[in-house]
């Protein structure tokens, strides 16, 4: 049977805002307060996406999230109708507004961990939403979240779905970015690769001393219990607590993995050789390796370009591509080195370069945007159609966005109780257009 992996990217909100908002995430830090520009970046990943598709990629879309949330600010305290609500937020407390509402939902590769239904005891296709308690802004999305994948995946003869960790920060949890897969094929049993900032209940274990290390090995090891692993088909590696100190948030800023290739810098990990080897002795395939030294791209320039936050896919020929922000582009220690990169003996032989300038201010690159499920022919008919890109939904999506969205948004336009409203009546439209029923709060 024909066996794929599809990327599910996160369609931008239409609150997509600046607010640095995330400590130990650069971007976010450098550009809090400027101006973002809604529609750009929800057009941005549009075409991401349906380039992809084009590609001959399996390609499907997750809806965002309600924002501003309304909820947490009543749960907070805040009462009175919706424009009171926004307005005394606002007065009394701006940055818990500002949290409330994020567009951070669209970097969908923190929505869930998931484990392909060739890795499981119970042969179905695991989805755990993370938990992302690091953050107050994205510790408010599991629930909706878990809401969105079990429409978008609903067959439960083929998906099993779990509810988020325990929120607290022994289980912090941030989903596939801190998760990768490696294979000889899609559809056969692989490796799964948990990342992990920190051991939380051993104090004696390294950790950053500067930025938050938002993955602990017990969130890991318990999402590999609750997906039916075991220890043949998984590897938990530390990351290097020194990168995380120089902006390394997330696994997915210092390396990603597909079917039998591990692209990562020298410095990402910690103990590699061993893990290395653990991953090889694992695998029933032979693993491409690249490692990345640091005299010919540094931390700095991994973490302002994304190279590591790049997607390798496999396209139809069996040849593998990246799909790297042009930012790779504009760096020239970088680019230098991805033009010798498709030089090298190894799968990788083409870079296609895609404009995420909007995401990428927050830290959020193309492996960001996009959360990977690993399927085969019958899971793909299980999903739901009207979330896979296609001529007609991107044409359909951008008409949706161009006549909802702001091209210009501050975090003083956040209290603007038209903003909600104009929030509410697209994503109300957007659940009809993907077909999700009632997902949000304000719909039920
Ligand atoms: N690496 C992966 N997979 N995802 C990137 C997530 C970026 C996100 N940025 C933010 O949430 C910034 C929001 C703000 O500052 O307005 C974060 O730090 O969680």
Redesign the pocket.
């Known amino acids: 049977m024909k066996h794929f992996e599809a990327n599910f990217d996160g369609l931008v909100g239409p609150t997509h805002?600046?607010?640095?908002?995330?400590f130990g995430?650069v971007a976010?830090f450098n550009n809090?307060a400027q101006a973002s520009n809604p529609k750009a970046a929800a057009k941005q990943g549009l075409k991401k996406a349906k380039s992809l598709a084009e590609m001959g990629m399996v390609q499907g879309m997750l809806a965002p999230q309600e924002r501003p949330d309304l909820t947490t600010l009543r749960r907070i305290g805040f009462t009175g109708t919706d424009a009171q609500v926004l307005k005394s937020a606002h007065e009394q407390a701006p940055l818990l507004l500002?949290a409330c509402c994020?567009a951070?939902s669209m970097?969908t590769?923190?929505a869930a961990t998931i484990s392909p239904s060739a890795d499981t005891r119970d042969k179905k296709i695991h989805f755990t939403p993370a938990n992302?308690v690091d953050?107050l802004?994205?510790s408010i999305e599991p629930i909706t979240t878990g809401l969105i994948l079990q429409s978008t995946f609903s067959d439960p003869n083929h998906f099993h779905h779990h509810g988020h960790l325990p929120e607290h920060a022994s289980f912090g949890d941030?989903g596939?970015?801190n998760h990768t897969r490696m294979c000889a094929q899609y559809g056969e049993s692989g490796v799964e690769l948990f990342v992990y900032g920190q051991e939380a209940t051993n104090p004696n274990a390294p950790r950053p001393a500067k930025f938050p290390a938002r993955q602990t090995l017990e969130a890991s090891r318990a999402v590999a219990r609750l997906h039916q692993l075991n220890d043949s088909n998984t590897v938990f590696i530390q990351q290097n607590p020194d990168v995380i100190d120089q902006g390394v948030?997330?696994n997915?800023?210092i390396a990603v993995g597909n079917q039998n290739v591990l692209f990562y810098h020298e410095q990402a990990f910690v103990d590699t050789q061993n893990k290395l080897d653990e991953i090889q002795s694992k695998l029933n395939t032979e693993s491409h390796f690249i490692e990345v030294p640091t005299n010919k791209v540094s931390i700095n320039d991994a973490v302002k370009s994304y190279l590591f936050?790049t997607q390798v896919i496999t396209l139809p020929s069996g040849e593998m591509a990246i799909i790297a922000p042009t930012d790779c582009q504009e760096n020239p220690a970088v680019f230098a080195y991805l033009n010798e990169l498709v030089t090298l003996e190894t799968p990788i032989k083409k870079v296609f370069y895609f404009d995420v300038k909007q995401s990428m201010q927050?830290?959020?690159?193309p492996?960001?945007l996009r959360l990977r499920v690993a399927m085969n022919q019958h899971e793909l008919s299980a999903v739901n159609q009207h979330t896979l890109m296609n001529d007609q939904l991107f044409s359909t999506l951008n008409q949706w966005v161009d006549k909802h969205y702001r091209d210009r948004l501050t975090t003083k336009d956040l209290a603007d109780p038209q903003l909600l409203i104009e929030s509410r009546t697209a994503l109300d439209e957007l659940t009809q257009i993907m077909k999700l029923g009632s997902v949000y709060q304000f719909q039920r």
């Open positions: 805002n600046y607010a640095g908002l995330s995430n976010s809090a500002n994020s951070s970097w590769a923190n992302l953050k802004h994205r941030e596939a970015a948030f997330h997915d800023v936050n927050n830290g959020g690159g492996a960001c």
